[in-house]
């Protein structure tokens, strides 16, 4: 049964079978603004909050577009301490993905630029349609820097030279280019990209997800320490998956040689 546990102006939150599917519907390209955030840090903050979901999916119900970040006459109309603020709260709201023990998926169907780009960076993993349009941060052209993220996990992601290439030329590539660069993890058939979506979120929900959650969680805390501490933390969320009842499972199940069945404990 699919259930809807928020639904405001900007966005819905629909809930079925383990996955929450996030929907923009902001506005015909999905600008946004501080309202959308707050929408947004709320949806956050309800599916982390949820321990029957395991995988939360990020979508576009607008044709033709993920999101082109921030409204453009929003953020002229305001001042400069309100635009350093509202970066603040963009940038708080978004790293709340990645210490939640969900898996993130954003599902791009549409072009996916700027604060697009940098919500669907802040994911775990990033789907693309192989028609879906154009992909980049072209925030220089307005005589700013892409400041919601997107120089620190760009750069994370594709590394610094080519994240420094994209960022001071704001030039935007197709999802093509962006999967051969690490942008985005797959591409899909422009039609299949929500159902193939779909299927990848529904083979973790039925895995072991108390490891994918503490695998996540190993990975994208571990990437901000040095080594030598990470291997520790790796080290600590290996032990608590050792007491677990799904590794009992998972061992008996291949001596036994059959399909194991996982409980996320």
């Known amino acids: 049964m699919t259930t809807a546990s928020l639904n405001t102006k900007t966005l819905t939150v629909k809930k079925a079978n383990g996955i929450a599917e996030v929907h923009l519907h902001v506005n015909k390209t999905n600008s946004y603004d501080l309202e959308y955030y707050q929408d947004l840090n709320a949806a956050i903050d309800d599916i982390r909050f949820d321990n029957d979901i395991k995988v939360a999916i990020l979508m576009s119900d607008v044709p033709k577009f993920f999101s082109v970040g921030a409204d453009i006459n929003f953020l002229k109309s305001a001042e400069p301490r309100f635009k350093t603020q509202f970066c603040l709260f963009c940038n708080e709201t978004l790293d709340k993905i990645a210490r939640s023990p969900q898996i993130w998926i954003a599902c791009l169907e549409g072009h996916t630029v700027g604060g697009g780009l940098e919500m669907a960076l802040a994911c775990d993993l990033r789907f693309m349609g192989d028609q879906a349009g154009q992909i980049g941060l072209p925030e220089v052209s307005l005589g700013v820097l892409a400041g919601t993220g997107g120089t620190q996990r760009l750069a994370r992601q594709v590394g610094h030279s080519k994240a420094l290439d994209l960022n001071i030329t704001g030039e935007t590539v197709s999802p093509q280019e962006a999967k051969d660069i690490s942008l985005v993890d797959r591409v899909f058939p ?70 194991p069945e996982f409980k996320g404990v």
């Open 190 to 259: 422009q039609e299949e990209t929500r159902e193939k979506t779909l299927e990848y979120a529904r083979k973790i929900v039925n895995s072991a997800t108390y490891a994918t959650s503490n695998i996540k969680l190993s990975i994208m805390n571990g990437k901000e320490m040095p080594l030598n501490v990470a291997i520790r933390y790796e080290g600590e969320l290996q032990n608590l998956l050792f007491r677990s009842q799904d590794a009992q499972e998972g061992l008996s199940a291949f001596i036994d040689k059959r399909q």
